[in-house]
């Protein structure tokens, strides 16, 4: 079972760019951290658990920075990620320092929180803060073949109430539709063998003499209009583009379930 304990855990994200740090605040929220941004290290205000760096230009500047920090907090152990590029490496006297990869995606992202705060899945409250809306006992079925992507999914909607089952690919998911009453589908677009817009297709037929219309969602990495389009004319309701919020989640749930 899945806790609903919120994770009292702060990360302090560190001299990204506007977007960037608006990106990194929505994923951190997402995943249900206290989160504060800052231009500079002396800019941090309250202790922190964890720090998001985009990676210094000027290291040993940096380093005597860095060490005022966590003399300032009395945290020693202080945990540090740089954010970098392919073929950004670490000098001294940071050779130990976690790296992650720009542009930074929701599962690497987790990923490396997992592994930096020795975290798991059931510890972390999904919820973005301020988000009110509970959907109990929602019946939504995921068809999404990556096994990071599928975790987190589940846990997103298990935190709103849902209740979820998740099909590995296309074949699944229409299989898991003949013989289950959902009220609504989140659909990956790209699978194996029978992928999101083949699965829809048949879905649609399969409702065709019922009367029965059941919502399904898109997830999808591509945003142009011409995938908007093949998500419509698959017979798809709606979108979420990846990777999404436990906000936008909540907000596409509220879009598509009919009264």
């Given at each position: 079972?899945?806790?609903d ?8 994200i560190v001299g990204?760019s506007?977007t960037s740090?608006r990106?990194?605040r929505d994923?951190?929220t997402?995943?249900?951290f206290?989160?504060v ?10 202790k922190?658990?964890l720090v998001?760096f985009d ?11 860095w060490?005022d ?8 152990d202080?945990?540090?990620i740089?954010?970098g590029?392919?073929?950004?490496k ?8 976690d790296?992650?990869i720009?542009p930074?995606r929701?599962?690497r ?7 930096v705060?020795c975290?798991?899945?059931g ?6 803060p ?6 109990d ?6 068809a999404e073949d ?9 846990h997103?909607?298990t935190?709103l109430g ?5 099909a590995?690919?296309g074949?699944?998911a229409?299989?898991?539709f ?5 009220d ?11 992928d999101?817009?083949e699965?829809?297709i048949r ?5 065709a003499?019922?009367g029965?219309?059941i ?6 990495a591509?945003v142009a209009d011409t995938?908007?389009?093949?998500c419509v ?9 990846k990777?999404?919020t436990?906000?936008?989640l ?10």
């Open positions: 079972m899945l806790s304990s919120l994770l009292e855990k702060t990360i302090a990204l506007p740090d990106i990194m994923n951190l997402g995943f249900g206290t989160v941004s800052a231009s500079t290290l002396d800019e941090i205000a309250s922190p658990d998001i990676h210094p230009e000027d290291v040993q500047d940096f380093a005597a920075q060490s920090l966590k003399r300032k907090f009395e945290h020693p202080l945990p540090l740089f954010l590029f392919v073929g950004s670490h000098t001294e006297p940071f050779m130990d320092v790296l992650l720009k930074v929701r599962q992202l987790w990923a490396k929180l997992s592994e705060l975290l798991e899945l510890q972390v409250q999904t919820n973005t301020g988000t009110k809306e509970h959907f006992n929602v019946r939504i079925l995921v990556n096994d990071l992507n599928q975790m987190v999914a589940e997103l909607l935190s849902c209740i979820v089952k998740v590995k690919d074949r699944e229409v299989n898991a003949r013989k289950e009453q959902f609504l589908i989140l659909m990956d677009g790209q699978m194996p063998d029978v999101g817009y699965a829809t879905i649609r037929k399969l409702e003499n019922s029965r219309h919502p399904i969602v898109a997830m999808t591509n995938d908007r389009e093949a004319a698959a017979g798809m309701d709606d979108f979420l583009s990777p999404f436990s906000q936008e909540t907000d596409a749930i509220r879009r598509n379930l009919r009264s």
